[in-house]
T-cell receptor, first 115, second 114 residues
Framework: NAGVMQNPRHLVRRRGQEARLRCSPM?????VYWYRQLPEEGLKFMVY????????ESGMPKERFSAEFPKEGPSILRIQQVVRGDSAAYFC?????????????FGPGTRLTVL | QKEVEQNSGPLSVPEGAIASLNCTYSDRGSQSFFWYRQYSGKSPELIMF????GDKEDGRFTAQLNKASQYVSLLIRDSQPSDSATYLC??????????????FGKGTHLIIQP
């Protein structure tokens, strides 16, 4: 399967726990984007990464959220001390290059539920 | 503040007719525009993207861009019940530090009536 992969597909956490979401881009893609979709709301950009670099994190909440894309392995979105308002679908997308004329392809998403 | 506006619908279209979906954007720096289809509970699926003024056709789909009016549209010809979904319009700008993430509208819910 050459598509964008995300795991886990569903994640349940209690308030105060940590959530780690993983994303492996499509083969040949080195640009990764994370988006969040809250219930009944649109998709919101969070962060854009290349290998070992955060390019744009203008959409990331200032506290508790972090992202990385190491030289080896998947990109990880980390949410510390989760709260109920973090319950959402988190989507990862990837593109071959980072310019505006490249398509972004989405993974299946991770649905986070905070109890 | 970058915004992409869409009519939330629902937009109801008879099977076989043309469905017309519209989108306006506020950021004149937006370079390219994307249409995604999202079924309930699923991830967005790319349908088309456009970055030049005018029309771009792919099968039953035609994307239209008018940068002067800051307007993007998607036409779906010969609508099928399987086209029933939420259609998301997104724009992407290129800022000094590189391209930005996609700015999405809230989507238009399209219903194709058999």
């Amino acid at each position: 399967n050459a598509g964008v992969m995300q795991n886990p597909r569903h994640l349940v956490r209690r308030r105060g726990q940590e959530a780690r979401l993983r994303c492996s881009p499509m083969k040949g893609h080195s640009h990764v984007y994370w988006y969040r979709q809250l219930p009944e709301e649109g998709l919101k950009f969070m962060v854009y990464l290349q290998k070992e670099n955060i390019i744009d994190e203008s959409g990331m909440p200032k506290e508790r959220f972090s992202a990385e894309f190491p030289k080896e392995g998947p990109s990880i979105l980390r949410i510390q001390q989760v709260v109920r308002g973090d319950s959402a679908a988190y989507f990862c997308a990837s593109s071959r290059q980072g310019n505006p004329y490249n398509e972004q392809f989405f993974g299946p998403g991770t649905r986070l539920t905070v109890l | 503040q970058k915004e992409v506006e869409q009519n939330s619908g629902p937009l109801s279209v008879p099977e076989g007719a043309i469905a017309s979906l519209n989108c306006t954007y506020s950021d004149r720096g937006s370079q390219s525009f994307f249409w995604y289809r999202q079924y309930s509970g699923k991830s967005p699926e790319l349908i088309m993207f456009i970055y030049s003024n005018g029309d771009k056709e792919d099968g039953r789909f035609t994307a239209q861009l008018n940068k002067a009016s800051q307007y993007v549209s998607l036409l779906i010809r010969d609508s099928q019940p399987s086209d029933s979904a939420t259609y998301l319009c997104a724009g992407r700008a290129h800022s000094g530090g590189g391209a930005d993430g996609l700015t999405f509208g809230k989507g238009t819910h399209l219903i194709i009536q058999p």
